[in-house]
């Protein structure tokens, strides 16, 4: 059995699959899911798992150069606003584009993580680092 990293086997094969620059969506259940693009569900019921227990897991095992939001969600949702200032300060450069850009830029992702969060605007693109 895994020891360390992502345990869930869908997350751990496309985060062992990434290239540099290559991107990953963590999702609300609410975002829809480009055709094409693999939608792995860990959604269990409305808030569970939230979008900052995946973000957070994912965080521990991936290496991110860089991180977009939805340029609404600075003012529509004040969690997502104070975990972008997080990664901001963890030297993880951050853009922001209009939610409906946002959403185009969704069907390069290798996969959406879609969790059970129910909270306006906590979607992120995140942009695969290296580790050397």
């Known amino acids: 059995m895994k020891k360390l ?3 869930n086997r869908d997350i751990a094969r496309v985060l062992a699959g990434m290239g540099h620059t ?3 969506v963590i ?3 609410g975002l829809p ?3 094409g693009v693999e939608c792995i569900d860990v959604s269990l019921k409305m808030g569970v798992p939230g979008f900052f ?6 965080l521990d095992d991936f290496k991110v150069e860089r991180a977009v939001f939805a340029s609404e969600s600075l ?3 004040a969690a997502v606003a104070a975990r972008i200032a997080q990664l901001a300060q963890a030297q993880v450069a951050i853009d922001h584009v209009p939610h409906d850009e946002f959403k185009r830029l969704c069907r390069q992702a290798k996969a959406v993580i879609r969790t059970g969060e129910c909270s306006p605007y906590a979607n992120v693109i995140l942009h695969s680092g290296v580790i050397f």
Do not use: E, M
């Open 33 to 35: 899911i480009p055709d």
């Open 53 to 58: 227990d995946v973000l957070d897991t994912v």
């Open 22 to 24: 290559d991107s990953l």
């Open 75 to 77: 003012t529509q949702n």
């Open 5 to 7: 990293g992502h345990l």
């Open 27 to 29: 999702a609300d259940c």
